[in-house]
């Protein structure tokens, strides 16, 4: 995926116009193609982060673990609200804090 973005920028106007001006091939792909490769990587990465966060629920409640997955399931089969709102709320919080740091940098 950052082969085929960093190939994409490599094309683009302004990264030949920094070529053409003299710039050195590393500062070249450093400086601009990889930074510019960098972003839609990273919100990639960022809903990946969202789902392995929301599957590690399968994970637990398949190996038997404890952990926030079987807190949860065992909140959802007692009806037990103010727990489940808690655990929704903490992957709500998780998941917005990935991709405000994603959109930032």
């Given at each position: 995926m950052v082969r085929a973005q960093v190939l994409d920028?490599?094309?683009?106007?302004?990264?030949?116009?920094?070529?053409?001006?003299?710039?050195?091939e590393r500062a070249v792909f450093g400086r601009f193609a990889m930074k510019l490769a960098w972003s839609p990587v990273a919100s990639a990465v960022a809903l990946v982060f969202g789902y392995s966060l929301v599957n590690t629920f399968l994970v637990e409640s398949i190996f038997d673990w404890p952990g926030l997955g079987s807190y949860a399931a065992a909140s959802i089969s007692t009806l037990d609200t103010p727990a489940i709102l808690g655990v929704t709320l903490f992957?709500?919080?998780v998941y917005v804090i990935a991709n405000l740091i994603v959109d930032v940098l």
């Open positions: 920028t490599i094309g683009e106007t302004h990264v030949l116009m920094t070529r053409a001006l003299g710039f050195p992957i709500a919080l």
